[in-house]
């Protein structure tokens, strides 16, 4: 569907046939690490520990879920173990949302092979714990610089390079991945990242389009975009190029302050009413502009799935407003 003028055009079709009572909104797990207590993987901590993890989510609200490689390298399982994980689950009564190979980029300039082999694994991952979709990027993992302060994009991080060459590398790899997913049930969703080949909202449009696969969209995250230490376009500017291409969506935002005579530029982490983001009006837009998809609630800092719960009952009522 083509972007309406701006975000105050939407409006919600009346037959939309949409419920913001069931409206799939997932638990990000970004406050969950890889390490279990006693220095095991979480991957070897087994389903004892999984069903406590999960059950942690479920508390605060959740019933969805999205499974981030970081945490649950659904690529480097047997059969046996998503089997056992899809059972737990089952049993806590959740559902996934999405799968996400995070900071495994396929141009990767040291593992793109390998992260090209282990996406592809990852698909078929997805597929048999019963995802409908995976999200993929083109970021590579942080610098050592990075991971040493507490807000990782206040330091500059890798960048894809201009290189024609190596972008149609990255659309080609996409293009086959994305053959694979059609042929397994699986749909996939292109994270917009800053410092990629998808770091701002033109450049990933045109990606998307010269892709150009029915079975991929945009992860439309605008907070990855309006977070960058330097002068960025306005957000509605992004939200009205983007949400027109969604099919999941992590919903985050940032406060944001700014001093371009003396060119200096700052962001924190803020919940989703209080950050630089208007969600009423970009989520009323997505939904009237076509977006069905998930939405995935994530936070930085403090009491991160605390504040993502309150996050996601506020996206509720957004949602509910949108289609009344």
């Known amino acids: 569907m083509a972007a309406l003028a701006t975000l105050d055009d939407a409006v919600v079709p009346a037959d939309a046939g949409l419920d913001a009572a069931t409206w799939p909104i997932g638990a990000a797990m970004l406050q969950f690490p890889a390490v279990a207590p006693g220095g095991v993987s979480v991957l070897d901590a087994g389903p004892s520990y999984w069903r406590r993890q999960l059950r942690r989510i479920q ?49 990767d300039p040291r593992h793109a092979d390998d992260n090209l082999a282990a996406t592809h694994r990852g698909i078929d991952a997805a597929a048999e714990i019963g995802a409908p979709l995976i999200c993929l990027g083109l970021h590579e993992p942080l610098l050592p610089a990075q991971t040493a302060i507490p807000w990782f994009w206040t330091v500059p991080g890798p960048v894809n390079p201009p290189s024609p060459e190596l972008r149609r590398s990255a659309l080609r790899r996409f293009r086959e991945l994305a053959d694979h997913a059609a042929s397994v049930g699986v749909a996939i969703s292109l994270e917009v ?47 009205v190029k983007l949400l027109p291409l969604a099919n999941y969506w992590h919903v985050k935002n940032y406060a944001r302050s700014e001093n371009p005579l003396t060119g200096t530029y700052f962001s924190t982490p803020a919940t989703l009413p209080a950050g630089l983001i208007d969600y009423r009006k970009a989520v009323r837009f997505a939904i009237a502009s076509g977006f069905r998809g998930a939405f995935l609630a994530e936070n930085y800092g403090g009491d991160g799935l605390g504040v993502s719960a309150d996050n996601a009952r506020y996206l509720r009522r957004l949602i509910a407003d949108a289609v009344e």
């Open 59 to 107: 508390r605060e609200g959740f019933d969805v879920v999205e499974v981030p490689s970081n945490w649950m390298p659904l690529a480097d399982m047997d059969s046996a173990a998503r089997k056992a994980f899809a059972e737990v689950l089952a049993d806590v009564g959740m559902s996934v949302c999405a799968t996400s190979m995070v900071r495994m980029s396929v141009i």
């Open 193 to 239: 990242y800053e410092g990629t080949y998808l770091g701002d909202a033109d450049a990933s449009v045109a990606f998307l389009d010269e892709l150009g696969h029915d079975n991929v969209g945009l992860n439309p995250d605008l907070g990855n975009l309006i977070r960058a230490q330097e002068p960025i376009e306005p957000w509605e500017a992004i939200a």
